[in-house]
């Protein structure tokens, strides 16, 4: 089968979506299904063209010459789209130097679809999948594109990794990118008057999931639908949320690299030995008495930073530290900055982003913070289970879904992982990291709740189970 994304790591990432692609054809090739991932060849995959293969030639693929190359690495089979004059440029892959969308994506991630789908219909080098996996926005043109060829066409699934990320362009576009007039409709790829990358996806695939079953039911709802509640209310019976996982060989605290000391659920107390380390990092006081929480995050209001900042002071004063690592909106990263100066030695931050340092975060934290006014499925909480670093969560999309609340009948049963928290508001919040902060002066409930965490559940074997029942259900059992 094919996945066509716009990033894949550890070759290319900007978020969760990046971690995805990674890991899931490494797990569904353990259970027999043979998978290629068509990426575009930005700068950091251009290196992997010199020892791959050719396997198709575009004389003005939306304004110049462009090839298709067949390359293997980090366990991945994968296709690569060399554009240079669409994807050879530094930085961010979506935006330029001023933080703002590259004014031609739709030419960039329209190529991506265009090819994408010729390869779903005529193959590539002798190979043709019998099924496409689609995923977020600048992959939705696939299905428009094979559904206004006429051939006959591999089943299409979308998976939407986050609906606020929808790629929407003038209508004109469609002329610019050859889709059929007769698809520029309310009920096909039109959005309010402008063309929908991901509205087409949504309207043209066969079937569409998303990476969590509660997110699955908020979409239908118009305060988490962005407009697109209407149109997936429509594809209701084909909609379905599978919950994402992580890849456990690179999130496994027993053999970290990033840690100044690996631990397991058996050797908690080495945990202390890289929160002295994270403490150096970010210059901040020890205090064996209150928790050190940490965010890795994007800055963006959709997280719920504003209120984490605006409860700052009260973290402060129950004598916790907190650590910060992200970019994202400007405000939010000055007022970060800040508030490490008003707080010297309780708050620190690093804007920018860092993978080892994220993976010592993880692994010398007391909790994670994970305030998101939404949040499709959330992969940080995942890899706090993992580390036994307790997420502290708004009650919303996956992370209502991974996070057992420390309630009173989670504690009596003795399954708590974490903290949930609602509404989304500051006061809740608040209300939480005290609640957070009392459970962690009591050192026995504390360690059976990371031993908890450390044991649930978060790999990817289970979700790609479903993900293959599904493909099964779309290809009489094909698992090509």
Not at 198 to 207: E, H
Request: charged share 20%; with cysteine.
């Amino acid at each position: 089968m094919l996945f066509i994304a716009s990033e894949c790591a550890p070759f290319v990432k900007t978020g969760g979506l990046a971690d995805v692609i990674g890991a899931v054809p490494k797990t569904l090739a353990r259970l027999g299904v043979a998978v290629k991932v068509m990426l575009p060849a930005y700068p950091a995959l251009t290196k992997l063209i010199d020892s791959g293969k050719s396997v198709a030639q575009y004389d003005d693929l939306h304004g110049g010459p462009a090839r298709l190359d067949m390359a293997r690495a980090e366990g991945l089979d994968l296709l690569l789209l060399d554009a240079p004059h669409l994807f050879d440029r530094p930085g961010n892959i979506y935006l330029d130097a001023d933080g703002r969308d590259w004014p031609d994506n739709h030419r960039r991630f329209g190529a991506l679809a265009r090819v994408g789908a010729e390869v779903t219909l005529t193959g590539a080098d002798g190979w043709q999948p019998d099924l496409v996996h689609i995923h977020d926005w600048q992959a939705g043109l696939v299905p428009a594109y094979l559904r206004q060829s006429g051939m006959a066409a591999p089943p299409c699934i979308l998976t939407i990794h986050n609906v606020a990320f929808q790629g929407l362009f003038p209508a004109a576009s469609c002329t610019e990118l050859g889709i059929d007039k007769a698809l520029f409709t309310p009920e096909g790829a039109e959005y309010f008057g402008r063309l929908g990358f991901l509205k087409a996806g949504i309207a043209f695939c066969d079937k569409v999931t998303t990476v969590s079953p509660t997110y699955a039911r908020e979409l239908l709802l118009p305060e988490f639908g962005l407009g697109l509640e209407g149109i997936l209310q429509a594809r209701r019976a084909d909609l379905s949320g599978i919950l994402n996982g992580i890849d456990l060989e690179v999130w496994n605290p027993e053999t970290d690299p990033a840690l100044v000391a690996p631990y397991t659920a058996r050797t908690l107390k080495r945990k202390h030995e890289n929160r002295a380390e994270l403490e150096r990092r970010f210059a901040l006081n020890a205090n064996p008495d209150a928790p050190l929480f940490c965010v890795i995050s994007r800055l963006t209001a959709q997280k719920g930073l504003d209120l984490l900042l605006e409860v700052l002071p009260g973290l402060v004063g129950r004598g916790a530290r907190l650590a910060v690592l992200g970019s994202g909106d400007k405000g939010f990263e000055a007022a970060f900055v800040a508030a490490a100066r008003r707080f010297p030695g309780s708050v620190g931050a690093i804007i920018g982003y860092d993978e080892p340092l994220s993976h010592l975060m993880q692994g010398g934290s007391d909790a994670i913070l994970i305030p998101s006014r939404f949040e499709p499925c959330g992969l940080t909480q995942l890899y706090g289970l993992r580390y036994g670093t307790l997420p502290v969560v708004a009650h919303t999309g996956g992370l209502a879904d991974t996070v057992i609340d420390a309630n009173d009948a989670a504690m009596v049963a003795g399954c708590a992982t974490g903290v949930q928290f609602a509404p989304v508001t500051a006061a809740a919040l608040d209300h939480a990291i005290g609640r957070t902060c009392e459970i962690f002066r009591q050192p026995s409930v504390w360690t059976k709740m990371m031993r908890n965490a450390m044991g649930q559940p978060v790999g990817w074997e289970s979700s790609a189970r479903s993900y293959l029942d599904l493909y099964d259900t779309m290809t009489s059992g094909g698992q090509e």
